[in-house]
């Protein structure tokens, strides 16, 4: 498997380089500074899409300006969230509602009662700057951070890297969403839904893509697999890939302005036994399919989002961190474990400065026998919120959301949370 897996990736990187090399670029000079959408309100919540080629020249880039001597343009955008938390349930992250933190009676954990909690660790600042070569080819570096590192306690909020990459013409290196994560299927919602049953993550890369015609792209690259998510069982040894993630995916545009999306992963999941543990490799996959469509005059939208693998829960965020992936078994072999999720929703585009959405995200897992019992096999959330644009740059509104956690032995719970925010977006 693995001189396979090498022989492939050799092979996409000479692709890629004789692609970039002899590109016929479009001839222009000049980047988009009118934005061309009037709806105060992001339909993907303010995350930024990270388009490379021509459809970076073509996109928006508004609140730009000229760097001088140069054709380049940079614009700062982010925004300043805060979050008023309303729990009912006592979910054991204060910040952020994770399925993984749904409480249970009788896991273990000290349970607690509801609370309130108000935070600024949503906010984020992103710097972008886009250029075009003489011979027409689109250059953009990107960087963007946020307040989200949980580990360093209540109030010690210090900046979290979330984007770092450069685009050269059709190709991208650095850290950003992974080629199969789907912008287009991600729920706006107004908690920060990491924890969700979402399938995609923002990884370290290296990605090509390209189109085959006006409406169809594909693109492939090597990825990070930064959270494998292997049950070491009680052996000694730790998680440690020997060859990178490899991601293929393709798009098509509709009639009504959404998209289709089809993704598929390959990769590799390994055990370093160090000194005393055994050493064990297993090989994983998944595929994915996810897109959005626009219906009425308002532009509302259905999404949806879907996948199923093999070692699949390294790439669930609900499942991140859970070991959900592969467990070592007791005769020292690697054991992946399938995971599936199924996600959809509404967004009611009720005036350009109202919307409101509706979203359900659901995962699973087949665990192993010698999973502990006590661990997530099965989440689930839904929420509803309304978000109000009352000025250009002011968005507010307010989201109820209800969450369910069931573990392998079939021990649940159900956790609610009322969430209310004001963001003032730059």
Known sequence: ?????????????????????????????????????????????????????????????PNSWPLFGSKARMAIGGFVKLDYIQDFNGSYDRYQYEIQNVPIDGDGRVSQSGYMNMHARESRVNIDVRNITESGMPLRVFFEFDFYNLDRGPFNQSARLRHFYGVLGRL???????????????????????????????????RFEDKLNKDINYAFALEMLEFPGID??????????????????????????????????????????????PDATAFGWGISFSGREYFGQNKHYFRWMSSYGQGWGCNIVATIGSTASAILTPDEKLETMPAWNLGGGFAFNLSPILTANINTNWFGLSPSDYRDLDKIKLGGSGHVNLIWAPYESVNTGIEFMTLYRENGDGKSGIGNRLQIMFKYLF
Do not use: H
């Not at 000049?30 to 105060?40: A, E, H, M, V």
């Not at 040894?237 to 293929?248: A, D, F, N, R």
């Open 172 to 206: 991208l290196i650095g850290r950003t969403w992974g080629t199969q994560t789907d912008l287009f299927a991600v729920p706006s919602t107004i908690d920060f839904a990491a924890g969700d049953a979402l399938t995609g993550i923002r990884r370290a890369q290296v």
């Open 1 to 61: 498997m693995k001189k396979i897996l090498c022989y492939i990736i050799l092979t996409c990187i000479a692709v890629v380089a004789n692609q970039v090399n002899g590109q016929n670029w479009q001839q222009g000079d000049s980047l988009k500074t009118i934005s061309s959408d009037t709806n105060r309100i992001d339909q993907f919540r303010d995350n930024v899409i990270d388009w490379t080629g021509q459809d970076l020249v073509d996109a928006s880039f």
């Open 232 to 277: 070491g069982n009680g052996f000694d040894g730790q998680e440690s890939m020997l060859l990178p993630t490899l991601v293929g995916r393709i798009t098509k545009n509709t009639s009504s302005g959404g998209r289709l999306f089809l993704g598929a992963s390959a990769f590799q999941l390994r055990w370093d036994g160090l000194t005393t543990g």
